[in-house]
């Protein structure tokens, strides 16, 4: 059974050259895919820190004030 995965991190890194203390490392590149799986506990998260938050809802329209319809008594 295939799961939904939603994408959470993908990144490349170029060559890397380290000189640790005596120690030398170079890597050529280095590609990280992380992805989520919806329905655990760290998917779920992941999954909804990677996702987009949804467009506000539209504003309300604007109201005209309303025309009282008669005559005002200025007694």
Do not use: W, Y
Not at 43 to 64: K, M, R, Y
């Amino acid at each position: 059974m295939q799961v939904a995965e939603c994408d959470v991190l993908h990144l490349i890194l170029g060559p890397v050259h380290l000189d640790l203390l005596g120690l030398i490392v170079d890597i050529n590149k280095i590609v990280l895919d992380l992805k989520g799986i919806p329905g655990t506990l760290l998917g779920d998260i992941f999954c909804q820190l990677a996702s987009t938050p949804p467009p506000p809802p539209p504003a309300p329209p604007a109201v005209a004030p309303s025309k009282v319809a008669g005559t005002v008594s200025t007694r």
